[in-house]
């Protein structure tokens, strides 16, 4: 049980294009999800926490006109990259959490963004 | 210095070593997490505790809460537990903050 899926796993796209990347909790519903990003040999950075139904939290520094975040029900969360630069290539990680303070967070598999 | 030290950052053994990876705090927590993070990028969440030792197979977590430290062993190591151990502590909220992993090796 605990499954959360990510799709696409893998995009290229061209600078100022957008990509819509999902995360999906498979079987169980997710109060809250997270939205990390990952650069090469560094640990996770939090981007922005969401709670379906409402907007999302975003942490310091990150852009919430560029990362669109959309949590529309207990079991999909969306991370819009838009206008997409090469410096946001990167690997894009989300967590999905059933209770937001005691449960643990459930990771997706991650989804390699190279922008062009 | 980083709220979440681990130790070490790369560790290298033989296979059926006995292997310990740390991880120092300065917060206050609600709760521990290790996870495993493999080539591919994928998070496998090991272990979320908050007092005391959890046991899952060959991996066994313990926390000292007094002394703000936990630890991450794996029994009888194996090549496919080749993979980079994060800790992550929760502090009151719900963002997790993480330490700079561990990168693990295993030769065979």
């Known amino acids: 049980g605990a499954v959360v899926s990510q799709h696409p796993s893998r995009v290229i796209c061209k600078s100022g294009t957008s990509v819509k990347i999902e995360c999906r909790s498979l079987?169980?519903?997710?109060?809250?999800m997270f939205w990390y990003r990952q650069f090469p040999k560094k640990s996770l950075m939090l981007m922005a926490t969401s709670n379906e139904g409402s907007k999302a939290t975003y942490e310091q520094g990150v852009e919430k006109d560029k990362f669109l975040i959309n949590h529309a029900s207990l079991t999909l969360s969306t991370l819009t990259v838009t206008s997409a630069h090469p410096e946001d290539s990167s690997f894009y990680i989300c967590?999905?959490?059933?209770?937001?303070?005691?449960?643990?967070?459930?990771f997706g598999p991650g989804t390699r963004l190279t922008v062009l | 210095k980083n709220e979440v030290e681990q130790s070490p950052q790369n560790l290298t053994a033989q296979e059926g070593e006995f292997i310990t990876i740390n991880c120092s705090y300065s917060v206050g927590i609600s709760a521990l997490h290790w996870l495993q993070q493999h080539p591919g990028g994928g998070i496998v969440s090991l272990f979320m505790l908050s007092s005391g030792k959890k046991k899952h197979g060959r991996l066994i977590a313990t926390i000292n809460i007094q002394e703000k430290h936990s630890s991450l062993h794996i029994t009888a190591s194996h090549p496919r537990d080749s993979a980079v151990y994060i800790c992550?502590?929760?502090?009151?909220?719900?963002?997790?903050?993480f330490g700079q992993g561990t990168r693990l090796t295993i030769n065979p």
């Open positions: 992550a502590v929760r502090s009151g909220a719900q963002k997790l903050v």
């Open positions: 079987d169980f519903q997710a109060t809250t």
């Open positions: 967590s999905a959490s059933r209770d937001t303070f005691t449960d643990t967070q459930y």
